[in-house]
């Protein structure tokens, strides 16, 4: 097995006030994750380095981390990524700190200890869009009738009219397009990528009805607004949601949503 | 306890994607200028003297030099537009999607159709072109 | 089973609750990037490159008799209005980028500028056409 170099930037808040660097050699083949690097760091090396993980197949979404500055999620990218071509190839050792491998936090988000950054800032922003089905059928009915109806009516959808959301429902809530956004960094209000694309998501689901309950937070300034397309979060996007694309769509309902209620009154 | 590393005023330097986003806006700075040499343009139609000495000023290498660069930045702008195209407004007929990339096709030969355009009306007055 | 969550009621909200200027400033600048990629090169390359460099010979009256009919005034809207508001769009929003500013003095300096180099053009149109 080669060996590989791999900086790791540490935040222990009971030991020092600020975060430094700790450098590590990692042995590694073809299939080595950065996920397993840290987790080889952790049970052979310092068992006090603290990271996110869960499901190490790129859908649980938990283990985003920065990789020379990119937002990656751990799981997904491989040692073999960021060596030359031929290192793995050939036999001499003498490469093996040829090419330092760098892992942060998130970025734009707040660290609390080693690559463990408080989620919450991305999750209240996603909770604000709703992103879930809204119905507003059977509001004055009893439950067994609402029930009933439910059951007759509730999932009934064409391909057609799948396909037209499909691709933002596959968004995992891993929050890279949140660390790859700098608009997100300037302004921490911003409702976000990963939010805006779930609220279109729901918005063109052809069984949702909770649009015009969504629109007040992507019309705001710090709603679709904000976003300059600089499309890094697409970029970054594991799942290929392209939330970029979703923002922008966004730009021209909101934009349809406040014309509607200059006119009418109601979004 | 916990930090929070701020943005600085040079975050778009620390990555190639940021600095071919900060390339894509500052398109606009060049075409400012043209917009300018342009409005005095409109402005020296007034008379046939002051048309030739706004001619004579569009003549001036460093003018010309700008406006070389503006129709670098228009093409740069129009490379990077017209991929936004087809994701902020996607054209669907039924289920399917119409290709992106007959969408840029389309936009790039409406460019050159306005530049045949242009040539044809305003490139044969003297038989020059 | 999903969850099924009532509608809030919307009664409540005003007809110009939550209102602002930032869907006409896109709608603006998002026309003016489409002019700036369509037209702009076309009439750079034969205004301010082909022409200066002897290439082209344009001829004055031929180009005033254009000008000052309704040609000019979509030339006008689409090459130099559209695009100012454009450039204006990008200018303010580079301004936040760099932390030097995008705030209300931004967005008064740069869609004033755009619209009063739109006005000053139109103007021009006028005067000719008139």
């Given at each position: 097995m080669r060996n590989c170099s791999i900086a790791v930037q540490r935040y222990l808040p009971h030991e020092h006030a600020e975060p430094f660097w700790q450098h590590f050699t990692v042995p590694f083949d073809e299939s080595t994750s950065i996920l397993d690097a840290l987790n080889y760091i952790k049970e052979e090396l310092d068992p006090s380095l603290s990271f996110r993980w869960s499901c190490r197949?790129?859908?649980?979404?938990?283990?985003?981390?920065?990789?020379?500055?990119?937002?990656?999620?751990?799981?997904?990218?491989?040692?073999?990524?960021?060596?030359?071509?031929?290192?793995?190839?050939?036999?001499?050792?003498?490469?093996?700190?040829?090419?330092?491998?760098?892992?942060q936090p998130l970025a734009h988000f707040t660290v609390e200890r080693d690559l463990i950054v408080d989620m919450n800032e991305f999750l209240v922003h996603l909770e604000a869009v709703k992103p879930y089905l809204i119905t507003d059928a059977g509001a004055?009915?009893?439950?067994?009738?609402?029930?009933?109806?439910?059951?007759?009516?509730?999932?009934?959808?064409?391909?057609?009219?799948?396909?037209?959301?499909?691709?933002?429902?596959?968004?995992?809530?891993?929050?890279?397009c949140y660390s790859a956004c700098p608009q997100f960094g300037l302004n921490p209000e911003f409702v976000g990528p990963a939010a805006i694309a779930l609220a279109q998501r729901?918005?063109?689901?052809?069984?949702?009805?909770?649009?015009?309950?969504?629109?007040?937070?992507?019309?705001?300034?710090?709603?679709?607004?904000?976003?300059?397309?600089?499309?890094?979060?697409?970029?970054?996007c594991p799942k290929h949601v392209d939330p970029a694309a979703a923002v922008n769509q966004g730009k021209v309902e909101s934009a349809k949503s406040m014309l509607i209620q200059m006119f009418t009154g109601r979004g | 306890m916990s930090y929070k590393p701020e943005l600085t005023g040079s975050w778009w330097l620390k990555h190639r994607f940021f600095m071919l986003y900060m390339l894509r806006e500052a398109t606009v700075?060049?075409?400012?200028?043209?917009?300018?040499?342009?409005?005095?343009?409109?402005?020296?139609?007034?008379?046939?003297?002051?048309?030739?000495?706004?001619?004579?000023f569009m003549a001036r290498p460093?003018?010309?030099?700008?406006?070389?660069?503006?129709?670098?930045?228009?093409?740069?702008?129009?490379?990077?537009?017209?991929?936004?195209?087809?994701?902020?407004?996607?054209?669907?007929?039924?289920?399917?999607?119409?290709?992106?990339?007959?969408?840029?096709?389309?936009?790039?030969?409406?460019?050159?159709?306005?530049?045949?355009?242009?040539?044809?009306?305003?490139?044969n007055s003297q038989g020059a072109i | 089973m999903k969850t099924h969550a009532k509608l809030p009621s919307t009664a409540k909200s005003s007809r110009w609750h939550g209102l602002h200027l930032e869907p006409i400033w896109w709608s603006l600048f998002s026309a003016g990037g489409v002019c700036f990629a369509v037209f702009v090169p076309a009439v750079v390359l034969v205004f301010a490159i082909l022409a200066p460099l002897g290439f082209i010979t344009l001829d004055y009256s031929q180009i005033v008799s254009w000008y000052a009919d309704i040609w000019g005034l979509l030339f006008t809207g689409a090459v130099i209005c559209l695009p100012a508001f454009h450039a204006a769009h990008r200018i303010r929003h580079g301004l936040h980028d760099l932390q030097i500013g995008g705030g209300l003095l931004s967005v008064v300096i740069c869609y004033g500028a755009a619209a009063l180099l739109s006005v000053a053009a139109l103007y021009g149109w006028w005067q000719l056409s008139g």
């Open positions: 197949m790129a859908i649980c979404g938990s283990c985003g981390v920065m990789v020379n500055g990119i937002p990656k999620l751990g799981c997904k990218d491989f040692l073999r990524n960021y060596l030359p071509r031929n290192y793995l190839a050939s036999e001499s050792t003498a490469a093996v700190s040829a090419a330092e491998i760098r892992i004055d009915e009893t439950p067994l009738e609402k029930h009933a109806q439910t059951l007759a009516q509730t999932n009934k959808q064409t391909p057609a009219q799948l396909a037209k959301y499909k691709q933002f429902a596959n968004c995992i809530n891993c929050g890279l729901y918005n063109l689901d052809s069984r949702d009805q909770g649009k015009a309950a969504r629109m007040p937070v992507l019309n705001g300034h710090n709603g679709v607004w904000s976003c300059t397309f600089v499309g890094f979060c697409s970029d970054v | 700075l060049p075409l400012v200028f043209l917009l300018c040499s342009l409005l005095a343009g409109i402005y020296s139609l007034a008379s046939p003297e002051q048309f030739a000495s706004w001619q004579a460093w003018v010309l030099a700008l406006h070389g660069l503006a129709l670098v930045a228009a093409l740069y702008h129009a490379f990077t537009f017209f991929q936004l195209f087809p994701r902020v407004m996607p054209i669907r007929i039924g289920a399917r999607l119409l290709p992106p990339a007959l969408m840029v096709a389309v936009q790039w030969a409406a460019v050159l159709a306005v530049i045949v355009l242009f040539l044809w009306l305003f490139g | -």
